[in-house]
């Protein structure tokens, strides 16, 4: 019994480590969201960038097709002042062309506009790309580091998970499945020495008999309080 209730420690020091990795394991997709943040939001405003940009350019072609349209109308309005034959036919005539003028003019300030919102997104654009660049290889330095600090706690975990099979094949089936229920039931405490005479688990002083009993270590006994199973520290332990 002795031997089993050793194994049973180590195994609770082992369960705690497990817990413990897997804490850690969780939080590691997390890490690396954060770090991935800033770079996703600079890729959304570049493309953000880019589609405003397509739109001014297809905004320009069209705007190009209609002065080309209304150049054309004025050179035929031109050509039409030979038929004219009235006064009230050439003054109709003139407000006409005037009308095509102010249209041509219209359609240049556009383009114009156009132009210049194009130049200054070219600009931010790749500014927004320089930034990319940046984000990118500091995101990769990070995802590097998290994933070889990932690496190195599954590593571990597989190492301790290991260790656990081969002591837990040596307790019996039926203390092992008790000290699980504990284990879980009691938050990572199943497993508790005695202090004295106190149970170190829910620190009630325990009765002299069961102490000494526990002592002797020739059956599992529990905390009557806490249900928690005890052992007593050997004298080697207790001192440090
Ligand atoms: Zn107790």
């Known amino acids: ?3 089993e209730l050793s194994l049973l420690v180590q195994l609770q020091t082992m369960d705690l480590k497990r817990q413990k ?23 959304t405003e570049l493309e953000e960038a880019r589609e405003r940009l397509e739109t001014l350019h297809q905004g320009r072609k069209e705007n190009e097709l209609a002065l080309q349209v209304i150049e054309d109308k ?12 009235t006064n009230k036919e050439y003054h109709a005539h003139l407000q006409e062309i005037a009308a095509a003028r ?26 927004k790309e320089a930034a990319l660049a940046k984000d990118e290889a500091e995101f990769l330095e990070v995802k590097k580091a998290v994933q070889s600090e990932m690496d190195a706690v599954a590593a571990a975990a ?3 998970e290991d260790e656990w099979q081969s002591i837990s094949a040596k307790i019996s089936k039926s203390l092992l499945a008790s000290y699980q229920r504990l284990f879980s039931s009691s938050k990572g405490l199943a497993v508790v020495p005695l202090h004295g005479s106190i149970c170190t688990g ?21 905390c009557g309080y806490c249900h928690r199973i005890l052992y007593a520290k050997t004298e080697q332990e207790a001192a440090k």
Do not use: Y
């Not at 897997?22 to 991935?36: N, S, T, W």
């Not at 004025?74 to 030979?82: A, E, F, Q």
């Not at 009630?204 to 020739?218: C, D, G, M, T």
């Open 74 to 85: 004025i050179v035929k309005l031109k050509l039409r002042l030979t038929d004219i034959k």
């Open 21 to 43: 990795d897997r804490e850690v394991l969780k939080g590691f997709p997390e890490k690396m969201a954060i770090a991935e943040k800033p770079l996703l939001e600079v890729r």
């Open 202 to 222: 829910c620190h009630f002083s325990l009765p002299p008999q069961l102490i000494a009993e526990v002592k002797r270590q020739e059956k599992v006994l529990t």
């Open 1 to 3: 019994m002795k031997e």
């Open 102 to 127: 102010n249209s041509k003019n219209e359609i240049e300030d556009h383009l114009l506009n156009a132009m210049e919102g194009a130049e200054i997104l070219t600009k931010e654009i790749s500014e």
């Open 158 to 160: 597989a190492t301790v």
